[in-house]
């Protein structure tokens, strides 16, 4: 062995990873949203890029002096008033009759409310409260009975079976044997020992059954129903149109900034002195590189959007049900590019389509076999052959999970696993044969 030290030459071929290329992947990946954010923010720092945002036109009721036009400028502007959130102590201390109340028991009351969480429940210690707020143990939980008197039903509950209880009573004060089971047999009850159930109380199985359809119309989060949610928009990257036969892909641009070269700041420095000069080239490459790769995520999205359309005809004229299998990997190979490069394209990107607004990501599914040699189908559809065959199932005797192995390969001809429809059916919200079972 040589162990000399010397001097040799070696030819490798290595890929660098520039600032450029980093900028056009991330860019490549951001939906429409953060695109604009980031044009925004470089805006900021680069002098030489200009942002026209056109689609934005400030609201002016005034500009339209006759009736009509001013009645409609001033709806519009009606329309741009901030929503005021409704909070849970505001909906409660509104159905209180304040008139009975001393201002102690107010006081109580309102701090009981904000040991609400925000389901409902009440996770405070009364002792504690009361100590706190130097009153008696006895008023504090009187305060907390009004509360719970409250609509919506449940509210002010300790735990799930108090809650689900007061709604009971709410509903139907005379269902004795719901109240008991409730209150004596929880947690069999919800176990589904319903044989025990039934032999200690003396009842059927088909009562029990009963009682386990009205439990199942209550809400075990009363105050979630409150939560008011923020409207969320989604605006599409690309448009999918019926026209005659044919279906057509052009791309939603009219949400993103447009982005232009500040000619008259350029030539207005670029003969300063050497810095400014060196400083105003960077910005340039920076702009010519930022406008590039806008442009090559356009490119691509289009490409992307126009393969899935090609692979899903069916889907698009006539609806979710016949999405046929399709991965990104024989979306990149078709389109020779690299798959992380599909994936890039589809994150958070949405397409119009004549049957809704889907995801891209919607597209692509699992590949499943049938016992036909030329022939797949997808997850979704085997999804879709599950929730049909549980659905059609005897009530009295449902199908296992090995039951429908069987029947989708004699009947669709599908191949999967016992594993794999536990899967699908946990993701479709369908319980367990055990937990369908219903009693005559």
Known sequence: MNLKAGLWQQQTLKLAMTQELSQAIALLQYSAQELAAFLEDKALENPLLKI??????????LIDRNRRGHQK?????????????????????SQLKITNLSAEQLKVIRHLIQNLDENGYFLGDVCEIAQKLRVAEDLVEDCLAVIQTLEPAGIGARNLQECLLMQIYYDNPNNELAQNILSNFFVPFAEKKWKQIAKELKVTLKDIQDVFDQIQLLNPKPAAMLGKETTT????????????????????????????????????FKDQDQEVSRFLQDKVQDYQWIAKSIEQRRETLTKVVAKIVEKQPAFFQKGAQYLVPMTMKEVAAELDIHESTVSRAVREKYVQTP?????LKTFFTSTIQTV??????????????????????????PLSDQEIVEQLKTTEG?????RTIAKYRDQLGIPSSSKRKRFA
């Not at 026209?52 to 009721?61: D, I, L, Q």
């Not at 036909?372 to 005797?397: F, M, P, Y």
């Not at 599908?414 to 016992?418: D, G, L, Y």
């Open 52 to 61: 026209e945002t056109g689609n934005v036109k400030p609201m002016n009721p």
């Open 73 to 93: 400028a001033e709806k519009d502007w009606i329309e741009q008033i901030a929503d005021k959130p409704f909070s849970l102590e505001d909906h409660l201390i």
């Open 233 to 268: 928009y989604i605006i599409p990257d690309a448009i999918v149109e019926q026209f005659s036969e044919s279906l057509t892909v052009r791309m939603f641009d009219d949400s993103l900034p447009r982005i232009s070269f500040n000619e008259k700041y350029y030539k207005k």
């Open 355 to 359: 049957i809704g607004t889907f995801a």
């Open 372 to 397: 036909s040699a030329d022939e797949n189908t997808s997850s979704t559809q085997v999804k879709n052959e599950i929730s049909k065959l549980i659905e059609q199932e005897n009530k009295e005797k």
């Open 414 to 418: 599908i191949v999967v696993s016992r």
